[in-house]
């Protein structure tokens, strides 16, 4: 049985790291832990997981991608290249004064 850790997981779901430490955290990834700090995730977790999908959240304090600022309000970036109904897989998050400009 194959495991991961975190950053293999987070590079497969191309998500932060510190986005799989939060789920983990809250107990929505199922982990295996080989210490205090040490953690890994099965093949079969993994698998779960793209499946069913979990809701990316954000931090308070994240930086906004554009102009670097902390935020506690941040949007997805629009991608007018993007098909209309389509999200991106991994959007820009912008701050509320960035939004503003588009």
Do not use: F
């Amino acid at each position: 049985m194959p495991t991961y850790t975190i950053k293999q997981v987070a590079a497969e779901l191309q998500v932060s790291i510190p986005t799989v430490e939060r789920w983990i955290k809250a107990k929505k990834i199922n982990v295996i832990r080989l210490g205090y700090r040490t953690v890994r995730i099965t093949d079969e977790e993994l698998n779960r997981i793209k499946r069913e999908g979990l809701e990316v959240t954000l931090a308070k304090g994240d930086k906004c991608d554009r102009c670097g600022k902390r935020s506690h309000e941040l949007l997805p970036a629009y991608d007018p290249k993007a098909a209309k109904g389509t999200p991106t897989k991994n959007p820009d998050m912008i701050c509320m004064t960035c939004a503003g400009k588009e």
